[in-house]
C-alpha cells in the first residue's frame, strides 16, 4: 500500500524560496551577458580564406585574396614579409589603409589616405 507522502508548509515555502533564488541567479546572469555584449568572446575574421593568401595593390590602398598556387594579378604585390594582415582590423590591416608600396617596392604614404 502507498501512503501518499505529506509536504510540510514550511518545507514548500523552503523550495519554493530556493525557486526564486536560482531565477533571480539566472535573470542576473541573463542581464550581464545582455549589458556587456559578450565582451570577451570576440570574433575575429580573417583577411582571407583558407588556400588564400592577402595581396595589395601598387600605390594604393586596395587588396584582395589570391589562390595559394597562384601569383598576384597585374598592379598587385604580396605584402613585405612580417607586416602581412591576417585578421580584419589587426595591427597591419590598419597600417595598411594609409600605407602602400611604390613601383619600386618602398613602403610610402598612400596617395588616397585621408
Known amino acids: 500500500m502507498h501512503t501518499p507522502r505529506k509536504t510540510s508548509p514550511s518545507a514548500t515555502a523552503t523550495r519554493r524560496g530556493k525557486a526564486r533564488l536560482i531565477a533571480a541567479v539566472l535573470a542576473s ?3 550581464a551577458v545582455a549589458l556587456t555584449g559578450c565582451a570577451g568572446f570576440e570574433y575575429e575574421e580573417d583577411v582571407c580564406s583558407s588556400g588564400e593568401y592577402p595581396v595589395m595593390s ?14 598576384p594579378p597585374a598592379g598587385f ?12 582590423g589587426d595591427k597591419w ?22
Open 29 to 31: 546572469a541573463a542581464a
Open 58 to 71: 601598387v600605390g594604393g590602398t586596395g587588396s584582395a585574396c589570391v589562390s595559394d598556387d597562384q601569383e
Open 77 to 88: 604585390v604580396r605584402y613585405p614579409q612580417g607586416k602581412v594582415p591576417q585578421q580584419v
Open 93 to 114: 590591416d590598419v597600417y595598411w589603409d594609409t600605407h602602400t608600396l611604390d613601383k619600386d617596392g618602398h613602403i610610402i604614404d598612400a596617395p588616397d589616405a585621408s
